[in-house]
C-alpha cells in the first residue's frame, strides 16, 4: 500500500493533494525551487526537498532530480498534479523502472491520449465525432499557411503536448499565421519542453464542455458527468462549473459514452478529462483528453461527493473502484472561480509581487459551500515564473441561480492586496445575463467586453446607493456623527444625507436621504481595522470592502466589481471642489512603455527604423505566456532602450519613438 507520496508540482494543487492524503494518513513529500523556498505547499507537507533555481526547466522539470528525492525520501508513488511532468510519458517510464507508482494512467494510454496528435488520430479510428483538421506536426510557415487555406481560416493552432491555453492562437488570416506559430511553438517549447504545434478548424461560438472519467486497472469504467468550461479568456479557463446549463441527459449520455469509449480502447486506470466542444445545435466534436487531474476538479467533488484525489491514489494502488455508474448522482449546481494575479484593466496582463493582505471569504448558510483551494497567504510571492493563479473559488447550492449569488458574495467577501487581481472581473461576468440565463461560448468575454474590461463596468443607480450608504455608515462610525446634514462626493455626483436618529439599533442608524422623506436602516457589527464589511440596507445584506481611510471624510470602497474613491463633508465644503484643478494625464504617445513584467524573447526594431501600424515590435514572456507588443501608429523609432534577453518591469519604458 501506498505510504509517501512525492507531490511533483507546486502551489494550490500540492496543497490540495496534501490534504486529501492527510485525510487518508498518507505523509506526503514536497520538492521545491529557490522562487518556492517559503510557500505554503513546503511548509504543508511532512518533509521538503530543495531541487533547484525558479525555472521550470531547471527544477519542476527536471525528470532525474524528482527521482532522486523520491528515492532519497523512501516515497512509494508520486502525483504529478496538473502541467509540468503530469503528462509526460518519459517520467512515468522512469518511474516505472524505479518501481515508484505513478498516481495517473499508464504510460500507454498517456502516450496515445497525453499527445493532442495522437489522440485525434485514434478518435478518429474510433469513428468519434472530430474537428476537421491537420493532425501531423507542422514547422515550416509555408506549409502552415497552405493547411490553413486548405482547411479554411479562422484556424487553431495548438500545442500537441500542451493544456491549460499554452501554444493556442487563434489565426484569422494568412498574414497572422506565421508570427503566432513562431508564439505557439515558442510557448509549447517552454511549458511542455515540445515545440510541436498542429492546425485545426476554429469552431466559432462553441462551448467548451468536458466530461469526467474515472477507471481503475481491473476495468471498470465510470463517469462523473460534465463541466462547462465555456468562460474563457486566452484559452484559460475563468468560470466552471457542474453540471452544464445546455446538457439535456440525452446529450450528457451521448458524450460521455464516447469518452469512456476512447478510454476503454488505451485502457484508462485512473481519473482523466475528454473534453468536447458542442455548437449552439447540440452537435459536439472530439477536442482532447487530459490524463491527469483537472484544475477545475472541485466543482465535480462538489456535486457528485467524490474525491477524485484519492480515488487516483486507490487506483494507482491497485484497488478496484467502490463506485458505480448508478452511484452518480449530480446533486445540486457548483460554480468555480480562478482568482488570478492579473489586472483585467490591461487585457488580463500578469501581476508579480508580495502578497499584503489576504482575506479569504466566509459561509454564512449551513446548506452552502464555500471552497477555497489555494497556495497562498499573507507574505506569499506571485512569481514571475509561474502559472498566475492565486486561487480556485468554488461554490455549491441547490440550483444554479443560488450558485451564482453565492459566488458573488463569497467574491466580495476575497480581500487580496499586493497584486493586481481579476475579483472584480468574475464578479462582473457572473452578474452578466446572459451569463445567469446560461447563453454562454467561448467568446463570452470577447462579446461582452469588445474594448475589454474598464473600471466600474457595472455601476448603476442601485449600486451607487449602496455605496452611499455604506459611506455614510463609516463615516458616522469614525466621526461618531450627531446629526447635521452632509455631503457624498464620488465622480461629480453629490448627495446629501441627514443622519435623523443615532444608534436606534445596536451599532445601526436611521438616515434621510435629502428632503426626499427617504429613510434607511443601516447596521453592522464592522470594526475599523476590518476589510470587510457586512453591511445590512433595510435588511438586505451587503458587502463591503474598505480599502483605504485616508483621514475621517475620505475612503475608498468596493462594492461587487466597482470600486469608489469618496469624499464627504459639510455641503458648504463640497462646493469649494469644482474650484480644484483637474490632474493631467501622462503623455505616452511617443513611447512604449512594458504592460507587465518579464523577459525580453525578442525585438524586432532598432533605432531609427520606419514602422507601420500593427507591426510586431516586441515579445515579453511572461509566466510561460509569449506577449506580442505591436506599434498602435505609423512612426520612427527614436531609441530602444532594452535588449533581447533582459528583464524588464511594468510601466517601465522600452522604446521611444519621433
Not at 425 to 444: A, E, V, Y
Request: aromatic residues 8%.
Amino acid at each position: 500500500m501506498i505510504k509517501k507520496i512525492l507531490i511533483a508540482n507546486r502551489g494550490e494543487i500540492a496543497c490540495r493533494i496534501i490534504k486529501t492524503a492527510k485525510k487518508m494518513k498518507i505523509k506526503t513529500v514536497a520538492v521545491y525551487s529557490d522562487a518556492d523556498r517559503q510557500a505554503d505547499f513546503v511548509k504543508q507537507a511532512d518533509e521538503s526537498y530543495y531541487i533547484g533555481p525558479p525555472s521550470p526547466s531547471e527544477s519542476y522539470l527536471v525528470i532525474k532530480k524528482i527521482i532522486e528525492v523520491a528515492k532519497k525520501s523512501k516515497s512509494d508513488a508520486i502525483h504529478p498534479g496538473y502541467g509540468f511532468l503530469s503528462e509526460n510519458y518519459n517520467f512515468v517510464k522512469a518511474l516505472e523502472k524505479e518501481k515508484i507508482k505513478f498516481i495517473g494512467p499508464n504510460k500507454n494510454a498517456i502516450i496515445k491520449m497525453g499527445d493532442k496528435i495522437e489522440s485525434k488520430n485514434l478518435a478518429n479510428k474510433l469513428k468519434l465525432n472530430i474537428i476537421p483538421g491537420h493532425t501531423e506536426a507542422i514547422k515550416d510557415p509555408k506549409k502552415a499557411i497552405k493547411i490553413a487555406e486548405k482547411i479554411g481560416f479562422p484556424v487553431l493552432l495548438k500545442a500537441s503536448a500542451g493544456g491549460g491555453g499554452k501554444g493556442m492562437r487563434i489565426v484569422e488570416n494568412r498574414k497572422e499565421l506565421e508570427p503566432n506559430l513562431k508564439a505557439a511553438q515558442g510557448e509549447a517549447l517552454n511549458s511542455f519542453g515540445d515545440d510541436r504545434v498542429f492546425i485545426e478548424k476554429y469552431i466559432t461560438n462553441p462551448r467548451h464542455i468536458e466530461i469526467q472519467i474515472l477507471c481503475d486497472k481491473h476495468g471498470n469504467q465510470i463517469h462523473l458527468g460534465e463541466r462547462e468550461c465555456s468562460i474563457q479568456r486566452r484559452y484559460q479557463k475563468v468560470i466552471e462549473e457542474c453540471p452544464s446549463p445546455f446538457l439535456d441527459e440525452e446529450l450528457r449520455n451521448a458524450m460521455a459514452e464516447q469518452a469512456l469509449k476512447l478510454a476503454k480502447e488505451v485502457k484508462y486506470d485512473s481519473a482523466g478529462t475528454v473534453e468536447f466542444v458542442v455548437d449552439d445545435q447540440k452537435n459536439f466534436y472530439f477536442l482532447e483528453m487530459n490524463t491527469r487531474l483537472q484544475v477545475e476538479h472541485p466543482v465535480t467533488e462538489l456535486v457528485t461527493g467524490v474525491d477524485l484525489v484519492e480515488q487516483m491514489i486507490n487506483c494507482a494502488d491497485g484497488k478496484k473502484l467502490n463506485i458505480r455508474q448508478k452511484d452518480i448522482k449530480l446533486n445540486g449546481w457548483s460554480i468555480e472561480s480562478r482568482i488570478y494575479a492579473e489586472d483585467p484593466l490591461k487585457d488580463f496582463l500578469p501581476s508579480i509581487g508580495r502578497i499584503i493582505e489576504y482575506e479569504e471569504p466566509t459561509n454564512f448558510n449551513v446548506n452552502e459551500i464555500i471552497r477555497n483551494d489555494t497556495g497562498v497567504s499573507s507574505g506569499s510571492d506571485i512569481s514571475i515564473y509561474y502559472d498566475p493563479m492565486i486561487s480556485k473559488l468554488a461554490v455549491h447550492a441547490k440550483t444554479r441561480l443560488k450558485s451564482i449569488d453565492l459566488m458573488i458574495n463569497a467574491l466580495q467577501q476575497y480581500y487580496i492586496t499586493g497584486v493586481d487581481h481579476n475579483i472584480a472581473f468574475l464578479i462582473s461576468t457572473l452578474k452578466n445575463n446572459d451569463f445567469k440565463s446560461g447563453n454562454i461560448s467561448t467568446n463570452f468575454i470577447k462579446e461582452n467586453y469588445p474594448k475589454g474590461y474598464s473600471s466600474n463596468f457595472g455601476l448603476n443607480k442601485s449600486l451607487m446607493n449602496k455605496f452611499n450608504m455604506a459611506a455614510v455608515y463609516v463615516y458616522s462610525k469614525l466621526n461618531k456623527f450627531k446629526g447635521n446634514n452632509i455631503s457624498l462626493s464620488s465622480k461629480k455626483r453629490s448627495f446629501d444625507y441627514q443622519l435623523k436618529e443615532e444608534k436606534i439599533l445596536e451599532d445601526g442608524y436611521l438616515i434621510r436621504l435629502g428632503d426626499k422623506r427617504n429613510d434607511f436602516v443601516i447596521s453592522s457589527n464592522w470594526k475599523n481595522n476590518e476589510k470587510v464589511m457586512c453591511l445590512k440596507i433595510d435588511e438586505e445584506l451587503c458587502f463591503v470592502k474598505v480599502n483605504e481611510i485616508k483621514n475621517l471624510n475620505q475612503f475608498s470602497l468596493t462594492i461587487e466589481d466597482c470600486t469608489l474613491n469618496l469624499t464627504l463633508s459639510s455641503p458648504q465644503i463640497e462646493k469649494l471642489f469644482a474650484y480644484m484643478p483637474a490632474i493631467k494625464a501622462e503623455d505616452l504617445s511617443k513611447k512604449l512603455i512594458s504592460p507587465m513584467p518579464g523577459l525580453v524573447k525578442s525585438l524586432s526594431i532598432k533605432k531609427g527604423q520606419p514602422i507601420k501600424q500593427g507591426q510586431e515590435l516586441i515579445v515579453i514572456e511572461a509566466m510561460k505566456m509569449e506577449n506580442i507588443l505591436k506599434s498602435e501608429k505609423d512612426c520612427i523609432v527614436d531609441d530602444v532602450l532594452i535588449k533581447e534577453g533582459s528583464s524588464v518591469s511594468t510601466d517601465e519604458v522600452l522604446i521611444t519613438f519621433k
